[in-house]
């Protein structure tokens, strides 16, 4: 006569006769309360909460008497739902003729979501069933949501009008695997209104359930009643006829995401287990299992024969095997991994599935709002981890599994916010010419709400239209998933951390290249909710108001605006003695060139052969290459080596490019974003095992600052010397970039079919030891007197206008930090160069271009500059002090400004006397059609044309 529900001692049955004494002839004091309400005396009198306690406890049908020795107990257990522990808005409505004990329980029109949950003791481990009686006023109050042991809910729906005994899963009932001992039953609102009066739980498929506490008769014990016949159940899927048990069963495997190795506690899950005749999709068989710590289960009592097979946890896709053939006996079916990420149930991932991680975030097990569908790897707190897996299995869908009547779904409360928002194309039409590259933008208007994630699919006519590239908006920061396909876009992002957007904003921006011109218009359309979302903190926004765009190709191509940026590299001329090779595949019969691209976003792929690699912010994507250096002849010195990269498509963000050497081998036609080549993985996924994958350090950084149909360089000289000193080590480059800002930029490869387009690798070198004899002196030696503008008198009359090569109008700086040991401000031969000095280049603005750090030559260079005004500045190597470490240039056309920079030690004695090291000095010689008080630069015979500028700048002509 004890029970753990109510609280009292195991001492006997002395305790319940003095407590029904007091309770049925006291008032409630100093007592847990009456039975029955005390100041009502006419018959049958109002029972109170107590009293339904009590009545649940006495009436249970295998525990009100004990059960003699040897004899199996009853299997079927009957509760009232008044009788269970409410929550949320739940509510008892007594005085119901038409409910069993006069009661029942639902939730009222402004309900914001409640449930009820009873308890239940099972004798013995079996398979149970689960029933519900229940009522709907309409069609828009007839379902709940039902789950036991707070694992999945399964969503009942049964038709309104009339009470009704519901058996979880219609014609395909769900069977629970249970052990003996206690267990929750628990029925969420899902409808506001729908009723709830009874809950059954039993071993016997086929039971039809009575009524157990008929409103008004008087006896404790359940009484069936003879006249009351059950509703028949109704199904939302086709009719079924319940397959029989037979002697084949499943001994299951799945294997988990984001878990320890197994055996391990984490892997003990429930999952949801259909059987289907070959080619059905709705189940003949179904189980709510729990796999055990490595991920087995047990399905039992199937007839032999061919099935189909899926299986699911909570947060996962739907995983289907095909023609699984069981025998009589144990049949080993290994269903394959289970894919997280599908927080809301409806068997695909997308950004709904993010919103609703979103708003668990760095929530543990026990916090408010610790939401554990969002826990995917269920280690008790939402986090990256859990954002990583989501993100991996983003926009793909499970197996065709059609379990309408009995799905295991579970949204959030509010999954629909009934407030219209807008994605559109901006502008909504335009005029484009075939074979012109133009940007469409994608923008939402959230109408002054939060918005946490969104996505769009775009279609298009593939008769016209080819989409290139997505470029997602800073916005939502948080990539999720894109899909370029032949006739449509997709695109997703989110915010993560902080507070999203409430105005509108730019989602993303697609390149289009116009296939053919139109006979009018071709109109691109928005595919429609479901697949174009907008969501904030509390679910979806409906109804998604959709802009579609019109657009008209024309074949006439306008008059070419003369761009500023040719597609030809320039090379400056050679010093005498230096030779200069380029290697490029295709050129002069060179073919050994390996590139590729591995990408975070797409980690399985190789992208050896296309035609294209692509750099993007975060390390998302990242470029590799190799050049065979055998054709460069042996003991040659070399002086400089730069990579040249032609752009062909980009965002105008600004990306700051650096490159990097590889340690390892890989394999073009193998390199992915795990595998260096086959079998042979990278020590950390995305080449980024730092000493084992790549250098630590970036050699170089090139500022990719927005122009396409351009050349970039990198200076590799550093590389190259190593390279032809140990051949063995030559393993190639690696292009990263860092950044928050969605940006990515394309690059022509080797397989690109414009030859002129291949990247190459442009090295000079010379065969000789050059003479240490210094280089041409100055007429007059210059003072140390630091003046606001230093001009060194030229060593012959200056020439007028140089005569430019057929090059492009291009300028640049370069130059040497060198220790200058005797102190008189030259670079001569045998002055060693310095190592560790960063050099940068900023505009005249003061906005930063590009940074060099010298390597073991000493050497810089900023090449490929537009005409203009520039400051260069050097940031002392550890350990020397520079006479002055900053100048102002103007780049002309056609010419390359030498700036070299002397350092000395610091502490010691610094030449005498220093130049003032400030940004206004003008040392900049500009060659001018007529005498100027600037001198020119001065051809010297047999070499190129220079002018000697303080800590020597020379201006050398192209």
């Known amino acids: 006569a004890t029970d753990p529900d109510i609280g009292y001692p195991a001492d006997g049955n002395r305790l319940v006769q003095r407590w029904l004494w007091f309770s049925l002839n006291s008032p409630p004091w100093k007592w847990n309360g009456s039975l029955f309400d005390y100041t009502v005396v006419q018959y049958p009198g109002v029972i109170t909460r107590y009293g339904i306690n009590y009545r649940n406890f006495t009436s249970d049908p295998w525990r009100a008497t004990p059960t003699p020795a040897g004899t199996p107990g009853p299997k079927t257990i009957y509760r009232e739902a008044e009788g269970g522990s409410l929550s949320g808005d739940m509510r008892i409505v007594s005085g119901q003729t038409a409910a069993s004990n006069c009661a029942y329980v639902d939730t009222p029109p402004s309900s914001g979501g409640g449930n009820v949950r009873v308890s239940v003791n099972v004798p013995t481990a079996s398979g149970y069933y689960v029933w519900l009686r229940v009522y709907g006023p309409n069609t828009n109050s007839n379902s709940f949501w039902v789950s036991v042991d707070e694992g999945l809910e399964y969503s009942m729906e049964f038709t309104p009008g009339a009470w009704q005994w519901e058996r979880l899963g219609g014609s395909n009932p769900v069977r629970f695997n249970l052990t003996a001992g ?75 995401q984001g878990r320890p190795t197994p055996p391990d506690p984490r892997w003990v899950v429930p999952v949801h287990v259909t059987v289907h005749r070959p080619g059905d999709p709705i189940p003949a068989y179904q189980a709510h299992l729990d796999t055990d710590e ?31 053939v069981l025998a009589s006996g144990i049949n080993t079916v290994d269903l394959g991994t289970l894919k997280e990420g599908d927080a809301t149930q409806d068997n695909i991932v997308d950004v709904t599935d993010f919103a609703r991680l979103k708003a668990s975030f760095f929530k543990s097990r026990g916090d408010p709002g610790y939401d554990n569908l969002s826990d995917f790897n269920e280690d008790g707190i939402v986090d990256v981890t859990d954002f990583a897996l989501l993100r991996a299995s983003f926009w793909q869908s499970g197996g065709d599994v059609n379990v309408e009547s009995i799905q295991p ?19 909504s039409s335009r005029t484009e010419y075939v074979n012109q590259n133009f940007d469409w933008q994608v923008w939402v208007d959230p109408n002054g709400q939060e918005v946490v994630g969104a996505q769009f699919q775009l279609n298009f006519d593939a008769t016209y239209l080819e989409a290139v590239q997505i470029t997602g ?58 697949v174009t979302k907008v969501t904030g903190p509390g679910g979806d926004y409906t109804p998604v108001n959709l802009g579609s765009g019109t657009l008209t190709i024309q074949a006439a191509t306008p008059t070419p605006v003369a761009t500023a940026k040719p597609t030809y590299t320039p090379t400056p001329p050679l010093p005498p003695g230096e030779s200069e090779i380029v290697l490029q595949h295709g050129k002069d019969g060179y073919t050994q060139t390996w590139d590729t691209y591995i990408s975070g976003w797409n980690e399985p792929n190789n992208y050896g052969q296309e035609w294209t690699m692509k750099v993007r912010t975060g390390d998302v994507r990242q470029p590799l290459l ?6 460069v002849p042996a003991g040659a010195n070399v002086t400089s080596a ?26 073009e036609n193998e390199a992915t974003w795990i595998l260096a080549r086959a079998n042979d993985p990278w020590s950390v996924p995305g080449c980024g095992g730092v000493g084992t994958d790549r250098a630590d350090t970036a050699v170089y950084t090139q500022t990719v600052h927005g122009a396409v149909a351009y050349w970039y360089s990198w200076d590799v000289t550093s590389l190259v010397r190593d390279w032809l000193a140990e051949p063995s080590q030559n393993h190639g480059f690696i292009l990263r970039s860092a950044g928050s800002t969605s940006t990515e930029y394309t690059i022509a490869a080797a397989q690109h079919p414009t030859q002129a387009w291949h990247p190459k ?39 007028a206008t140089p005569t430019p090569t057929a090059t492009p109008p291009w300028g640049g700086i370069e130059g040497i930090v060198f220790h200058d040991l005797n102190a008189d401000g030259l670079y001569q031969w045998g002055e060693p160069p310095l190592a560790g000095a960063l050099i940068t280049l900023r505009t005249d603005a003061g906005v930063q271009m590009a940074t060099r750090l010298t390597q073991s030559s000493g050497r810089y260079s900023f090449p490929y ?37 002397a350092d000395y030690p610091a502490g010691g004695s610094s030449p005498t006397p220093t130049p003032t090291a400030t940004v206004a000095p003008t040392a900049t010689p500009t060659p001018t059609a007529t005498a100027t008080a600037t001198p020119t630069p001065t051809p010297t015979p047999g070499n190129t044309p220079r002018a000697r500028l303080w800590l020597p700048h020379v201006a050398r002509g192209q």
């Not at 409360?413 to 502008?427: D, I």
């Open 182 to 256: 206690w267990h929750r039953v628990m029925v969420r609102q899902k409808e506001i209104g729908a009723r709830v009066d009874a809950i059954v739980v039993s071993d016997n498929a086929t039971l039809a359930p009575e009524i157990p506490n008929p409103c008004y008769t008087p006896t404790p014990t359940p009484t069936p009643t003879s006249a009351y016949t059950p509703t028949p159940t109704r199904t939302l899927t086709p009719t079924r006829t319940p397959m029989p048990t037979g002697d084949a069963h499943i001994l299951g495997h799945v294997a988990l």
């Open 294 to 324: 490595s991920g087995n289960f047990l399905m039992e009592n199937l007839q032999p024969g061919t099935y189909d097979v899926a299986v699911r946890n909570w947060h996962t896709l739907w995983n289907r095997v095909s023609n699984v």
């Open 473 to 530: 908006g800073t916005a939502l920061p948080d990539f999720l998933g894109q899909v370029i396909a032949s006739n449509y876009v997709r695109y997703s992002a989110g915010k993560l951390v902080g507070t999203g957007p409430t105005s509108s904003f730019l989602l993303a921006t697609i390149r289009f290249r116009p296939k053919a011109a139109t006979p009018g218009t071709t109109a691109l359309t928005f595919s429609p909710y479901n």
């Open 865 to 901: 500059l537009d005409p203009g005004t520039y400051y260069v500045t050097e940031t002392d190597p550890p350990g020397y002090t520079s006479t002055a470490n900053t100048f102002r240039i103007t780049v002309i056309p056609n010419w390359v400004f030498v700036i070299n920079f």
């Open 409 to 427: 779904q579970r949204q959030a409360e509010s999954p629909h916010v009934m407030a219209a928002v807008t994605v559109r194309l901006s502008p």
């Open 642 to 667: 730069h990579l040249d990269l032609y752009v062909t498509e980009g965002t105008p963000h600004v990306l700051q490019v650096g490159i990097y050497k590889l340690l390892r081998p890989w394999a």
């Open 761 to 799: 690798l442009v090295i000079r070198y010379t065969l000789t030891t050059p003479t240490p004899t210094p280089t041409a002196t100055p007429t007059s030696t210059p003072t140390r007197t630091p003046t606001p503008e230093h001009t060194p008198t030229p060593s012959a009359t200056p020439t």
């Open 626 to 631: 190799k050049f065979d250096l055998s054709p």
